[in-house]
């Protein structure tokens, strides 16, 4: 999701500031959480592996960690 943006002709009007403000309130809740999960290492790099769907567990034990750390504070 992009927010709007405003030009020199026609600047945003309060609505789309309203939904601009909604959409950026997502979008940090989203870069935070997969920023937590960079924090882990595995997923910051790149994953050599042979198996298949092991990618998937990773990703799913790295955002189960992160979970638990958000619970935890």
């Given at each position: 999701m992009l927010p709007k943006k405003a030009t020199r002709k026609t600047p945003?009007?309060?609505e789309q500031?309203?939904?601009?403000k909604l959409?950026?309130?997502i979008r940090?809740?989203?870069e935070h959480a997969?920023?937590?999960i960079k924090r882990l290492g595995c997923m910051s790099q790149?994953?050599?592996n042979?198996?298949?769907f092991i990618d998937d567990t990773f990703i799913l034990l790295s955002a189960g960690l992160?979970?638990?750390h958000l619970r935890r504070d």
């Open positions: 945003l009007s309060p500031k309203k939904e601009n959409i950026s309130g940090i809740t989203v997969i920023a937590g790149s994953l050599r042979r198996r298949p992160w979970n638990f």
